[in-house]
């Protein structure tokens, strides 16, 4: 999918969704038709098990396994850890947190979220063991900037760098039974959404997007910010609690509309349409509202 974006936007690299077990987690996911890969363990106290998609994005259910080194890596200043936890300590330890935009020099993004007046700390890099589903084991590294403005706490973004990719052949995660093959928007909810589009912009590093209509467009997805009663009439779904900035809903692309719906009655998960989409609500390890949406 082709859209029109300035030169440099960065794109898409995945979704942080906050649960409380990443057991529920991997059960809801799998139940959503979603394969979903093994338990990656971070070196400051979280641990996620990630849906990777055919176009590159992903989604990083994420969970707190070691509470000792998750509270050292707070005290130790890693924002993270710290937003993860302030997260949690606002909304409970289900949701959907953060949105994390791709690029190939974070040093660069931090600087430029320390100008703007939107940096929320140190940067932060960090290895990890990645193990595919064929039990092959490489080390992923990672180095991380992060924007949010003072007075938000229901959602913040960063850039990541992946200094080392894993060499891991993911076909297998990728092979979806619901027939997902990406991520082409997701929604966000704010009380304001025009008073967004500095933040925005910033931190997708496109000085001209201007959020027309509530709409930034990334190379590979667009981010939709909505006031309240249009989220709800959009989705018919309920808008939640009022707030600066909140992510709200992930829309997949799917093969097939039929197909998608067919598999979640068949594993009982209530659905409804709106317009041309299914719509699941949020439930636990699933963090947000998912929509499937047939493109070919």
């Keep these: 999918m082709t859209r029109p974006t300035a030169a440099g936007t960065h794109p898409l690299d995945h ?9 529920v987690a991997r059960a809801r996911l799998t139940s959503l038709g979603f394969v979903v890969a093994p338990t990656g363990i971070h070196p400051f106290g979280t641990e996620n098990c990630c849906v990777f998609l055919a176009d590159g994005t992903y989604l990083e259910p994420l969970a707190v396994g070691d509470e000792q080194a998750a509270t050292k890596a707070i005290a130790d200043g890693n924002v993270f850890v710290t937003r993860d936890r ?18 190939g020099n974070a040093d660069a993004d931090h600087a430029r979220y320390v100008e703007a007046g939107i940096s929320a700390g140190d940067m932060l890099g960090f290895s990890r063991a990645f193990t595919g589903p064929a039990g092959k084991s490489d080390l992923a590294s990672f180095k991380l900037a992060f924007a949010a403005r003072a007075e938000f706490i229901d959602a913040f973004l960063f850039a990541c760098e992946r200094v080392n990719a894993p ?23 704010s009380d304001e959404p025009g008073k967004q589009r500095g933040l925005i912009s910033v931190a997708v590093d496109d000085p001209t997007a201007d959020g027309q209509g509530g709409a930034f467009h990334l190379p590979n997805a667009d981010l939709s910010v909505l006031d309240a009663a249009s989220f709800t009439a959009r989705f018919g779904l309920p808008a939640g609690a009022p ?24 594993n009982s998960i209530k659905h409804d349409i709106a317009r041309n989409d299914i719509v699941v609500q949020s439930a636990p390890g699933q963090g947000a509202a998912f929509i499937f949406r047939e493109i070919q």
């Design 167 to 189: 060499d891991v052949d993911r076909a297998a995660l990728q092979a979806h039974a619901n027939g997902a093959t990406g991520i082409v928007e997701i929604v966000a909810v």
């Design 243 to 266: 707030t600066k900035l909140r992510f709200a809903a992930v829309v997949f692309s799917v093969r097939s509309a039929d197909a998608t719906s067919r598999l979640l009655a068949a």
């Design 15 to 23: 979704l942080v969704l906050p649960t409380r077990s990443l057991d």
């Design 86 to 103: 302030a997260y949690r300590d606002s909304h409970g330890d289900e949701g959907f947190s953060a949105m994390v935009l791709g690029t």
